[in-house]
Nanobody
């Protein structure tokens, strides 16, 4: 079983940066997909970014150019570097994993970490 635990959320002003972390317990297969999904109250969940075992990254248009996703295999930690934050980025952010292929059909989810961007 895989357990995902997010950290690094909090409050920021527009234009500032935050870095989210997701610690992975348990083992991924040699093929996998991991990502960050976010959801604001009253809105549908949106996948912000994904990265797979080949290093391929997919970034949502809403965060492209501002967010960077990375995975440190040695540390078993997924990161989301969030720069140039906007109020529209305010949401609960969830770490997610497809542990045995690169389809990004997430079967494991973290508990979420809140990000609030306001002046």
């Amino acid at each position: 079983e895989v357990i995902l635990v997010e950290s690094g959320g909090g409050s920021a002003q527009p234009g500032e940066s935050l870095r989210l972390s997701c610690a992975v317990s348990g083992n991924l297969y040699n093929r996998y997909c991991m990502g960050w999904s976010r959801q604001a109250p009253g809105k549908e969940r949106e996948v912000a970014a994904t990265i797979d075992s080949d290093g391929y990254r997919s970034i949502a248009d809403s965060v492209n150019g501002r967010f960077t996703i990375s995975y440190d295999n040695a540390e078993k930690t997924l990161y989301l570097q969030m720069n140039s934050l906007k109020p529209e980025d305010t949401a609960m952010y969830y770490c997610a994993a497809d542990v045995k292929d690169r389809l990004c059909q997430f079967g494991y989810w973290g508990q979420g970490t809140q990000v609030t961007v306001s002046s």
